[in-house]
Antibody, heavy 121, light 106 residues
Framework: QVHLVESGGGVVQPGRSLSLSCVAS????????FHWVRQAPGKGLEWLAV????????YFADSVKGRFTISRDNSNDTLYLQMNSLRTEDTAVYYC??????????????WGQGTLVIVSS | IQMTQSPSSLSASVGDRVTITCQAT??????LHWYQHKPGKAPNLLIS???NLETGVPSRFSGSGSGTEFTLTISSLQPEDIATYYC?????????FGPGTKLEIK
């Protein structure tokens, strides 16, 4: 059974950093690409970033490019999102999601339950 | 690539046929997925590549379209279908979601 569990959310001041993790289980982690998607309060889904199965390809939305980094540890079945220079508009529930294929072009077929990040002074 | 959806919200009765439309600002072939999102839950992939129903998704859901115009249809609305529905294009990075269609029971 596929499981994705995000953690690391919390309250952080503007300008500070936060790191999110997503631990996967129930499948062969390094066979799949992974994505981060967020939902701000009262808003829709916003795609943020993708990383290929081997970490060799990474792409970001313009809204987070240069501030957020996506990485993965295939030996520990864990996906990460390093968020720097946080802004109040980064307040959202952050989801990790599995891509259907090893490469970046695919549907997001399984999602975690999300972790809430609040950026506030 | 920008995605639009219509309507933004929809109220329908149990048993009604419901159609949601998604438009892309440029040709995306069939590189479009549909997701269902219920409050407090993880989003759920319903339809991939515009028309492929995911395993386990009820057959009352269907998708169609290509190019710039796509539709999600629920043939007979059920109470458990109450959710917000999003289309997403993956023809170009950044992948973009539509703004969502909130579906309610009348």
């Amino acid at each position: 059974q596929v499981h994705l569990v995000e953690s690391g959310g919390g309250v952080v001041q503007p300008g500070r950093s936060l790191s999110l993790s997503c631990v996967a289980s129930g499948f062969i982690f390094n066979n799949y690409a992974f994505h981060w998607v967020r939902q701000a309060p009262g808003k829709g889904l916003e795609w943020l970033a993708v990383i290929s199965y081997d970490g060799g390809h990474k792409y970001f939305a313009d809204s987070v490019k240069g501030r957020f980094t996506i990485s993965r540890d295939n030996s520990n079945d864990t996906l990460y999102l390093q968020m720097n220079s946080l802004r109040t508009e980064d307040t959202a529930v952050y989801y990790c999601a599995r891509g259907r294929y090893p490469t970046i072009l695919s549907a997001l077929d399984f999602w975690g339950q999300g972790t809430l990040v609040i950026v506030s002074s | 690539i920008q995605m639009t959806q219509s309507p933004s919200s929809l109220s329908a009765s149990v048993g009604d046929r419901v159609t949601i439309t998604c438009q892309a600002t440029q040709d995306i072939s069939n590189y479009l997925h549909w997701y269902q999102h219920k409050p407090g839950k993880a989003p759920n992939l319903l339809i991939s590549d515009a028309s492929n129903l995911e395993t386990g998704v009820p057959s009352r859901f269907s998708g169609s379209g290509s190019g710039t115009e796509f539709t999600l249809t629920i043939s007979s609305l059920q109470p458990e279908d109450i959710a917000t529905y999003y289309c997403q294009q993956y023809d170009n990075i950044p992948y973009t979601f539509g703004p969502g269609t909130k579906l309610e029971i009348k």
